[in-house]
């Protein structure tokens, strides 16, 4: 990018940090035996849709990839429109590693395609079952950075669950370490029943 096209006000768009994501594969041992949190065998990817032509064609080409996708390693997926008008893209499989692929296949074709602006989060869920708690582990694509979400319900969050789980996976991964930008994701669809 020169000087003319800064002054043009032209800049080329922020592209997502998507492999960073399989942090999270490695970090599973950590999560579902040290801290006895096992994945609820759901994620969810969250983007922002837009109306054009262009993008309509990356989601069928992402569809008609997930349908492959799915009939290999048996990873189930839907699609749901939150309140906001931000759409999900669910996924459900017992394998975690399926999971972390599956949702970097659909982050990589939305990046590839030049739309990784319209890239929110990837949220996986977990659960506490000795607390009987939901756990989520949002990944937010462009600071490239993990960070835990505690729902307690009624729009509540557990902060100091938070803080104990960014101690405990910081070496792990990589945490945000601005937690102004630990944003509640409510009603993520990553936990049975949702």
Not at 51 to 59: R, T, Y
């Amino acid at each position: 990018m020169g000087l003319f096209d800064i002054l043009k006000g032209q800049r080329p768009a922020k592209r997502a940090n998507i492999d960073r994501l399989f942090a999270l594969s490695t970090s599973y041992l950590t999560l579902s035996v040290n801290l006895r949190l096992p994945s609820t065998g759901r994620a969810g990817v969250c983007f922002k849709p837009i109306a054009s032509g262009e993008f309509e064609g990356v989601i069928r080409d992402m569809d008609q990839l997930l349908d492959i996708a799915g009939r290999t390693t048996g990873t189930s997926v839907e699609r749901h429109e939150d309140d906001y008008g931000f759409v999900w893209i669910v996924l459900r499989d017992q394998s975690f590693e399926d999971l972390v692929t599956t949702a970097h296949m659909i982050n990589q074709t939305i990046e590839e395609r030049g739309f990784s602006e319209q890239l929110l989060c990837s949220v996986f869920g977990f659960e506490d079952e000795e607390k009987e708690q939901a756990v989520d582990l949002v990944y937010a694509y462009k600071r490239g950075t993990f960070y835990p979400f505690v729902p307690t319900g009624d729009k509540k969050r557990d902060n100091a669950r938070e803080l104990r789980l960014k101690a405990a996976l910081e070496k792990e991964m990589p945490i945000e370490q601005e937690l102004e930008r630990w944003y509640p994701v409510w009603g993520a669809p990553v936990t049975p029943g949702s």
